[in-house]
Structures are given as C-alpha cells and as structure tokens.
C-alpha cells in the first residue's frame, strides 16, 4: 500500500466531534455583526481608517480627485526620487495615469516572460493597480486573475498602488464576501511594504521587495 | 452558617496562621467553624507530576469527605482549583459525580467567598504599610479571581496598594516544577522578586502559600527587604483578630 | 533529532547566556505588549477564538473526506499532489523530484514543517544548492543552527553576533548594523531568486472547498520563492486543512496580532496551481507534499488530537514564562515553547520526548494568548500523565507517589508519617539540602510546623468558641 491510503486508511476510522469546543450557531453571526459594526458606512471615513492603517505599517498615503492629480502625484515621486523610468502594470487607470507621465517618465510595460525577471530586477519603480482595498489593515488584493505579473509588485524599490475609492472595503471579511471563487483562488494580499524584524527585532523596510509602497486613493 | 474548612497541605504543614487567620476572619464574620477531622490532600502534587493512578483514590476520598458539607472555604486557590477544575480531566468512579458536581458549587477560595458574600464591608481594618499583590496562575486564570484579592486589600485603612508588572506572571514554583527544572524556577522567581522590590512594598501579599513559599524563600535567602503575607493574615492582622487567639 | 538527555545541559547553556535571556525578554515584551493592544481593540477576540477553534475542528471531524476532497479539488486546478507518511519519505520525495527535473539551485522560504522533517540537509546530501531566503532563516542557516522561535528564528543571535557570521561566513567586512547586514543578504539573495530551479515553501493553511493554499509571510522572500523557479514545492502538514477560503479571513484576523503584533502580514500568498494561464508567469509546476509523520495517530487521540489546531503563531512562547528563560534551543527539537511541550512527545513518542511536558510551571499563561484556544497546560497534564503511568520517570519518584498514595488515604498515619518529617526538618540545619537539592540552592526552604494547623486549631479558642 502506499502512502496515501495507509494515511487516509488510518484517518478513516476517525470521525468526531470536537469534546471541548463550546461553539453555538449564533456565534459567527454575532462575530460578523460585530466585526461590521466596528466599521463606518461612509466611504470618506473609510479612507481615513485606511490611510491610518496604512500609515501604521509605513506605507505612504495620497488621495486623488482626478487622474491628472494621481498622475501628478507619480510625477512628484519620481522626480523626489531621481526615478526616469516606471514598469506599469495596471488596470484602465494606472494605464490612464501613465499616460499622463511620460513627458517626465519611460514607461515601460510589463516585460515579455523569458526576460521579465531580469529586467524588472533593475528598474526601480512600479505603478500597478489594486483590484480592492481593505480600510481596516490597509490590504490591496492583487487577484492573478486581473494581472500580467505579479513582479512589479516585489522586484521594484518603490510601488506605487492605485486604489479607485469605489474599490475599498471595510474588513477583511468583507474582501473576502466580494471575491469570486476564482479570484480568491491566485491571489496576493499586500499590506505596507516588505518588511523584516530578524536581527534583534529592529523593523528595517524594504527586506527582499519593496521599500515603499505608496497608495494612491482615486476618486 | 457553617463553615468547613479546607485546609491544604501547605497550610497543615508550613503555614498554620494562614489557615487560622481564615478562622478568625469568618468567626469575625459570624460563621460557626466546622473542621472536617482526617482530611489529608486534595492530591494536586501528584496529578501535576502525572500520577493520576496513585492520585485518584486521594481524590475520591476528598469528595467522598466534603460532598455534603454546605459551605467549603480554602484559603488557596490553587487547590481549589484543582477541585472545580481539574477534577473533571479525572476518571473518577462515576457514581461520585453527583457529590463532585454539589462540592463545586460550595467550595470557594477565601478571598473570592469574602467578596461573593459582600463581606468586604466588615473587613476594613487598618494597615498602614505598603502592600502589592501576586497574583497566583490558578486563582487568576482557572478561577478568574483578580479583582476580589485587589478589593479586600484596596478596602483597608491606610494601606499603600502598589500593583508589581505584571501582577499575573508566574513566580516559578509550579509544584514538582520547582526542583525538577530548579534553575529555571529559581530565574523566574528572581524576576518576580525583583519585580515586588521595585515596588517598594513591605509586603507582598497573596492568596495560595505555595507562591508565598517560594517568593519568601527567595526574598529570604537574598536579604530582600520585601516579607510575604498571605490574605488572610493580612485582613485578621489589620482588625487585630490575633488577641486572644492561641 | 531529538535528545533527551540533553535537555538539562540545553537549559544551563541558555541560563548562562545572559544576551541571549536579554533578546528573548525584550523581543518577547515587546510581542505581548502590541499584541495585547491589537487584542484590546478588539472586543469580539473571543468571539474570534472559538470560531477559528470551531472551523479546525470541523474540518478535522472527519479528516479522511477533508483531505480527499482537498486532494480532489488540488489535483483539478493543476496541483500535483504527493503523500508522506513520514520525515524520510517526504524527503525522498522531494529529492527525487529536484533529480528528475535536473534542478540545481533551491530557494526556501521560511517552513516550520521541513525542520521538522530536516529537509535541508538531506537536499544538501543529494548535491542541490539550498538558500533559505527568510533573512532570520538565512541567518541560522549560515550559522548551522536550527530556529529558537517559531517567528522569530534567529532570536538568540545579537546584531554583533550576526556580523560576524557574515564576516566569517559571506566574507564581507565586519558590520553590526542591522540594515546593512540586510542588504547584504538581500543582494545574495536576490541573485539566487532568480537563478534558482526550484522553490520550496511550507503552508499556512490549505483550503478544502478550493483546493488552493495559503502563504504568509513579512519580508516578500516567499512570493519571489515560488513565482520566480520554473518549479514550487510546498509541504504541508495534513493538520493544515481549513474549509474554505472564505472562512481565510478569520485565520487572518488572529494570527498577525498573535504571531509578531500587526494588524496583518505584508503578504498573504493563495495558492491554486500553476498560474501561467492566468498571467504568463509563476512557476510550471506546484508539487504539494501532505505529511503525516504522526499526525494521524494524534487526530486519532480524542483528548489531545486539538494540538494539532496550532497555526505556529508563537503567542504561546512569547508570553511563556519558562521559554522567556531558556528560549527556543533549550527544547531540543523544530517546535518550542509550550506547544512544542506538547508535539514533542507526540511526534518522538513518550521516551524520547519525556522531559519536554515537565518544563513548564503549567501558569496557563499560553492557553489565555492562543488564538486557537489550545488547552496547552491540559495537554501537558494528559501527557504528564501518559509518561509516568508508562514508567518513563524516575524510579524514586514512582515509589515516592505509590508510599504517599497509600498514606493520604490513611489520616492517622499520614498525620504520624508527616509530624515525624517535620521533626526530621527541625533536625537538619536551615537550607540545607532537603529534601530538594536544588530548590534550595537559591531559596529559603520552608519550615514545617511542629504541631500543624490541625492541632493548633484543635487546642485553640476558635475551635471552642465556634465549633461545632
Ligand atoms: S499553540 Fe496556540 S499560541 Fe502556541 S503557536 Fe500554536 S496557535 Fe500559537
């Protein structure tokens, strides 16, 4: 016999029902109430709870009344930063946005496969497009579904998120409401940059992806 | 009201005056005092070590002894706990399950029966020194007796409640813990103390000998300036219920 | 491997390193306290607790449908699912599939589960370049140790300690600062994420209803592990299963407040299969490894199988007031801290693992921090108990239990037998060694009374004016 039916033989025999769990039906519904209820109704506030979240985990937040200000917004970025050049990968609006840049920026889009890897590895700055956002941990959700590659996301120093204001949601139970079964299913959530705290728990930015991670609201 | 009297072993054998504290608390209380005559141990050293064989029948001639008394009082938390709690991860002879189900339902701790019975009005002696409190693991987490301890103390005249950080943390002594794993009980009770010593407190007061054991026992050997205390020798100290007492 | 007659020379090690007893106080202080905040921010966190308990155990009540409906729904969206019964064969497989496909290079990502198994070295005995890419990871990998915290791997090495690792190690000049030591690794690393054959990763939880699994992790080692190489292994422990994907969000909820104090984990990774027909890129292949190694005999075990809920948050270990003492090393083995007291001797058997369930004070600190509502201090009792009614404890203590045993069911005599110890105590000058050694060493023992409460009490007013 190999080794999944002596595993799944051994399992058969074991049907049960938790002896110590105390759970009652009416729980997740006053979870998920409660877990609600902690969040406003209005969008504005939301932005305000997401941009708080976000700046807890050192991500920068900016909010746009229009493309040409989001566009302006990557401009100023880039030029504090000494960028030239922006890997876009993006929905309608990080497209429309990045038409608005290229006076001052290359935009490159995203590199065929065979080279993807390497080339991305050198360009420093991203702009790509957030499928929702979380207002409670500042989470994007990146469903693979939606996108071309998930490499501008981690190879570049500095990423800049779009984020529509319509796309953002409370919770992360609610995310995961809003999601398709094949959505969920390849999917990245990100919250702030990366980050590592192994050498004597001092939070340094920018472990193996990015540095910064700037979200830009749109209306 | 009757009150019988669960006296553990640490109090029988180490600390008497704790467990005659309580007597004189719950005599000034206006209780009648009933000692059950031949209780030995509620078995708890040896279920923590894992003999549960040799523990049981201890722990069934316990119930057997206390099933019908009306009102059981300890002044530990710990074997208290052992009983309300513990008892049930026993296989236990099941026709004792009716007297085990009523014991639970009468046995209380000292300070957690005190405040149950709003007696902390009557307590309010005076003692005009600096106190802080340890809280012991069993009596916070497995009977979720913190606030109790902390009103008793709090409602004496004149005394100067410091809480330690953290109050909760464990002191180390965990039974055969102690001195199987000495070295690291000892690092743990050293945290603890230095912790009671940054408080400034003259005493450290709690509600189970065997944390009192330890903590005096490190205090001590190190000439710590800080003495341990347990509750009841602190109310029956602060109305000066020791005159006349044996 | 684990050895227990070691475990008394681990703890004197730990306790004489006073740096090391240093970081592991800081780091943990600073764990209980962000996540206390997060906790007290969030009224429902029970509410919380027992669902994420009540999902475990329903997807464990019957895990044979689980894991062959798992295996069903992985193997349609492309997932090539292997099985292990044990350490050796999950190696085996693994190893046989880098041959196969000719891979040279592999990075890992942070994996509880292939220390548990030892997978490194016996990647490295079949030739294969194996980096760890989680910087803690890296760090213990250069080192040649094995991780002293569930979260935090490299918690019992200081920066200094770091730097000379890496002077030694990676040949670059001696630094002690923590970001340039980072970019010294990022930049090794880097270069192996894209070079490597193969990726491999452990699995934080395994979706049933979608057949995909879930990787989290801080640093964006794990998604450049598995999206880079051609190939990605994963391996899991067949404990891993949750319902669905749509119960995620609640594991989520729990774990970063539990696991380092954030709110949420900067990547959050769901798994289900190869993606190149969504997006032209990811790996080829997903090769998924369900291990057993035991476990099917813990889920067996009514009164302990809820150890196997652990998500390896480490909650319990930071607020552990043992494991803040002698931190992770001192256990022995990959899991530490309480719940490593308990999976030690479920995994090695109850003579390997005989010590590990008595180095705890049993405060019930751990069970009040699990997210998962693990009854750890009840656990460590049962097995307590298992060990010595197996005669794994030592002899004079077995004899001691059986004389009181007899004793305290016997009033008069237990009365004579201990009023002659106390007799025996006042014999024996103040603090010395009795009747345990090493208790006193460094603390006053007690005295025992001559008389006793019983008699006091009996010759006493109290008795005469309220008695009976
Ligand atoms: S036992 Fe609980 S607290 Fe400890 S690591 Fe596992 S889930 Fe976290």
């Not at chain 2, 008892?87 to 005190?114: C, H, I, N, V, W």
């Not at chain 3, 289900?272 to 027909?277: A, E, F, T, V």
């Not at chain 3, 014999?427 to 460094?442: E, S, T, W």
Request: charged fraction near 25%; charge should be neutral; include cysteine.
């Amino acid at each position: 016999m190999n080794a999944r039916e002596q595993i799944l033989g051994r399992l058969k025999a074991i049907s049960m029902t938790d002896p110590i769990s105390t759970y009652d039906d009416g729980l997740k519904h006053r979870l998920d109430a409660a877990w609600d209820g902690s969040f406003p109704d209005e969008s504005r506030r939301l932005a305000g709870l997401f941009a708080d979240a976000l700046e807890a985990v050192s991500g920068e937040f900016y909010s746009a009344a229009s493309v040409e200000e989001a566009a302006e917004i990557v401009g100023r970025i880039a030029h504090s930063s000494d960028y030239n050049a922006i890997v876009v990968d993006g929905g309608d609006m990080a497209d429309n946005i990045a038409l608005r840049v290229t006076d001052t920026l290359q935009v490159i889009a995203i590199p065929e496969a065979a080279q993807r890897s390497e080339v991305l590895a050198d360009i420093h700055c991203s702009m790509v497009e957030a499928h929702w956002g979380v207002a409670e941990t500042a989470s994007l959700a990146f469903p693979y579904i939606h996108a071309v590659s998930t490499q501008p996301h981690f190879l570049a120093e500095t990423v800049i998120a779009i984020l529509k204001r319509d796309r953002l949601l409370a919770h992360l139970g609610a995310l995961f409401n809003h999601l398709s079964p094949e959505e969920m299913k390849n999917l990245v959530l990100v919250t702030g940059p990366s980050r590592t705290a192994d050498i004597e728990k001092i939070l340094i930015l920018g472990a193996h992806g990015p540095k910064r991670l700037i979200v830009i609201l749109l209306d | 009201m009757t009150v019988s009297l669960f006296i553990p072993c640490l109090t029988e054998h180490l600390y008497p005056e704790s467990g005659l504290a309580m007597v004189r608390i719950l005599k000034h209380l206006g209780y009648k005092i009933d000692y059950v005559d031949n209780q030995t141990c509620c078995g708890q050293p040896a279920f923590n070590s894992g003999y549960r064989r040799e523990m049981i029948p201890v722990a069934e001639r316990f119930i057997r002894l206390f099933q019908d008394k009306e009102l059981i009082v300890a002044p530990s938390g710990s074997c208290v706990a052992m009983i309300r709690v513990f008892y049930d991860q026993l296989a236990l002879d099941p026709s004792l399950m009716p007297g085990l189900k009523a014991l639970k339902e009468r046995l209380f701790e000292l300070t957690e029966f005190l405040v149950k019975r709003n007696h902390h009005d009557k307590l309010q002696g005076c003692f005009p020194h600096r106190v802080t409190y340890h809280d012991s693991c069993h009596l916070s987490r497995e009977l979720g007796v913190r606030q109790q301890p902390r009103q008793l103390i709090q409602s004496i005249k004149e005394i100067d409640f410091v809480e330690m950080t953290p109050p909760d943390l464990c002191c180390g002594f965990g039974g055969t813990f102690s001195y199987k794993f000495s070295d690291v009980s000892v690092e743990m009770v050293k945290r603890k103390c230095e912790s009671i010593e940054a408080t400034g407190a003259e005493y450290c007061i709690g509600a189970d000998s065997s944390c009192l054991m330890n903590i005096e026992g490190y205090l001590r050997k190190h000439g710590m300036k800080a003495k341990t205390l347990h509750i009841a020798e602190l109310l029956s100290r602060s109305l000066d219920l020791e005159k006349g007492a044996a | 491997m684990l050895k227990p007659r070691k475990t008394h020379h681990y703890i004197r090690q730990a306790l004489k390193n006073d740096c090391l007893r240093a970081a592991v106080g800081k780091a943990t202080d600073l764990a209980v306290r962000k996540r206390q905040d997060l906790v007290n921010e969030t009224p429902y966190w029970e509410d919380l607790r027992h669902h994420v308990h009540h999902l475990k155990s329903k997807v464990l009540e019957n895990p044979e449908q689980s894991l062959m409906t798992f295996e069903a729904r992985c193997i349609a969206n492309g997932i090539n699912v292997h099985w292990a019964e044990d350490a050796a064969e999950a190696r085996q497989i693994i190893v046989d599939l880098a041959a196969q496909k000719k891979v040279k290079k592999i990075v890992k990502s942070k994996s509880l589960t292939t220390e548990e198994i030892e997978l490194n070295p016996a990647l490295e005995k079949a030739g294969l370049e194996t980096w760890e890419t989680d910087l803690g990871e890296y760090i213990v990998q250069l080192e040649g140790k094995t991780p002293s915290h569930l979260t935090m791997p490299a918690l019992h090495l200081s920066r200094y300690d770091i730097g000379r690792l890496f002077e030694k190690k990676l040949g670059i000049e001696y630094t002690d600062n923590p970001n340039e030591l980072l970019q010294v690794a990022r930049q090794r690393l880097r270069e192996h994420f894209l070079s490597a054959d193969m990726g491999i990763s452990g699995v934080n939880f395994a979706a049933v209803e979608e057949g995909a699994f879930v990787v989290i992790e801080n640093e964006a080692n794990a998604h450049l592990s598995i999206s880079i190489p051609k190939i990605h292994v994963a391996i899991m422990g067949l404990e891993k299963l949750i319902p669905s994907l749509s119960d995620l969000p609640y594991f989520l909820k729990v774990l970063a407040p539990s696991a380092t104090g954030q709110k949420a984990s900067s990547y959050v990774n769901i798994i289900g299969g190869p993606q190149q027909h969504l997006m032209e890129e990811g790996p080829e292949e997903v090769h998924l490894v369900i291990l057993d190694n035991g476990r099917s005999n813990i889920l067996a075990d009514a009164s302990l199988r809820e150890t196997l809920f652990c998500i390896r948050c480490g909650a319990c270990l930071n607020i552990c007031p043992v494991f803040r003492q002698v931190g992770g090393h001192a256990y022995g083995w990959a899991y530490m801290g309480p719940i490593g007291a308990t999976l030690i001797p479920l995994y090695n058997g109850l003579s390997e693992g005989r010590y590990a369930p008595f180095l705890s004070s049993l405060c019930g600190a751990c069970f009040d921090n699990c997210p998962m509502r693990i009854q750890i201090p009840k656990h460590l009792l049962t097995l307590r108990n298992r060990i010595a009614e197996s005669g794994k404890t030592m002899l004079i203590e077995r004899v001691g239990m059986k004389i009181w045993s007899m004793l305290a069911v016997r009033p008069r005599l237990y009365r004579f037998i201990t009023g002659l110890a106390a007799i025996v105590q006042q014999l024996i000058p103040f603090d010395k060694a009795f009747p345990a050694p090493g208790y006193v060493r460094h603390r006053a023992l007690g005295r025992m009374d001559s008389k006793g409460f019983r008699s006091r009490f009996m010759d006493s007013e109290d008795r005469r004016e309220g008695g009976r």
